[in-house]
């Protein structure tokens, strides 16, 4: 069983810097996707950022420039580097990924709370 678990939120005051991290325990042959959402107060869940084993990245427009995804693939880690901190950047971070074991799962992890305020 494939499991996630993220770290690293916090309160922030605005324009401050935080860093989740998301690592997968289990047997896994691969992790063709990593990813970042968030999901704000009354809310649906949303795209924050994604990162492929072939380095490819997206992110929401709303973030763009602000906040970085990186990957360390012998740890079966990913990062979120958020820079420049908003209030509306407030919400809980979930990471998901998509691993290869015997077939392709979806796994999330439970989430971890970031608030921005001053």
């Known amino acids: 069983q494939v499991q996630l678990v993220e770290s690293g939120g916090d309160l922030v005051q605005p324009g401050g810097s935080l860093r989740l991290s998301c690592v997968a325990s289990?047997?896994?042959?691969?992790?063709?996707?990593m990813g970042w959402y968030h999901q704000a107060p009354g809310k649906e869940r949303e795209l924050v950022a994604t990162a492929t084993t072939g380095g490819t990245t997206n992110y929401a427009d709303s973030v763009k420039g602000r906040f970085s995804i990186s990957r360390e693939n012998a740890k079966n880690t990913v990062y979120l580097q958020m820079n420049s901190l908003k209030p509306e950047d407030t919400a809980v971070y979930y990471c998901?990924?998509?691993?290869?074991?015997?077939?392709?799962?979806?796994?999330w992890g439970q989430g971890t709370l970031v608030t921005v305020s001053s």
């Open positions: 289990g047997s896994v042959y691969s992790i063709p996707v």
């Open positions: 998901k990924f998509v691993v290869v074991t015997t077939r392709y799962l979806e796994v």
